[in-house]
């Protein structure tokens, strides 16, 4: 079965950009996901088809997919952005999910 | 505006089923998949099948299979899931989400069903 793997942790000074990134087989040739999930709430789409941002998703959000790896970039991070996060794929019609990154601002 | 509304927490004992519904309001129930996702505590996601209430078509992974039921009422725009024969490890917070098909992104999520499964 397909495999997504993100780092447990990632730290960022505030106003500073974030990376997150995810890595599977060709993760390139799929298209990648991204939910925020704050303590207490359901996922929130941040990103999808690599690099689109629903409505309401500020700027700051972007994305990439290239080779084994996708990456969520957060620039001029705010503390409201710290979260866990979580990239997603679909592989024969099964939704698989990375293991989640805990973003953390200080 | 979009809304999944999911029923409340349940306990169960194991060996028990447990049924969690998702009310969905909004829009179209018939035009959007409805997937269902499920997190243990302190764990992350794992997606667990979906239905498309237009055709009653349902897919579920290896992993439940047999365990679980997807259903859906297009009267009460509802969709259910049932899960039989509980474990202590089926413990967790169990999430219905909107997709436009079978393989989308989960643009709306309801706001989870927490069960525990207790002897």
């Known amino acids: 079965s397909y495999e997504l793997s993100q780092p447990p942790s990632v730290s960022v000074s505030p106003g500073q950009t974030a990376s997150i990134p995810c890595s599977g087989n060709?993760?390139?040739?799929?298209?990648s996901s991204w939910y925020q999930q704050k303590p207490g709430q359901s996922p929130v789409l941040v990103m999808y088809?690599?690099?689109k941002r629903p409505s309401g998703i500020p700027a700051r959000f972007s994305g990439s997919n290239s080779g084994n790896i996708a990456t969520l970039t957060i620039g001029g991070t705010q503390p409201m952005d710290e979260a866990d996060y979580y990239c997603?794929?679909?592989?024969?019609?099964?939704?698989?999910f990375g293991g989640g990154t805990k973003l953390t601002v200080l | 505006q979009v809304q999944l509304e999911q029923s409340g927490a349940e306990v169960k004992k194991p060996g028990a089923s447990v049924t969690v519904s998702c009310k969905a309001s909004?829009?179209?129930?018939?035009?959007?998949?409805i997937h269902w996702v499920r997190q243990a505590p302190g764990q992350g996601l794992e997606w667990m099948g979906r239905?498309?209430?237009?055709?009653?078509?349902?897919y579920s992974t290896q992993r439940f299979q047999g365990r679980v039921t997807m259903t859906s009422d297009t009267s009460v725009t509802t969709a259910y899931l049932e899960l039989s024969g509980l474990r202590s490890d089926d413990t967790a917070i169990y999430y219905c989400?909107?997709?436009?098909?079978?393989?989308?992104?989960?643009?709306?999520w309801g706001q989870g069903t927490l069960v525990t499964v207790s002897s």
């Open positions: 989400a909107r997709a436009e098909t079978e393989s989308n992104d989960f643009d709306y």
């Open positions: 909004g829009y179209t129930f018939t035009d959007y998949y």
């Open positions: 239905i498309n209430p237009k055709i009653y078509g349902t």
């Open positions: 060709n993760l390139g040739k799929k298209y």
């Open positions: 088809e690599d690099n």
């Open positions: 997603q794929v679909w592989d024969n019609n099964i939704a698989v």
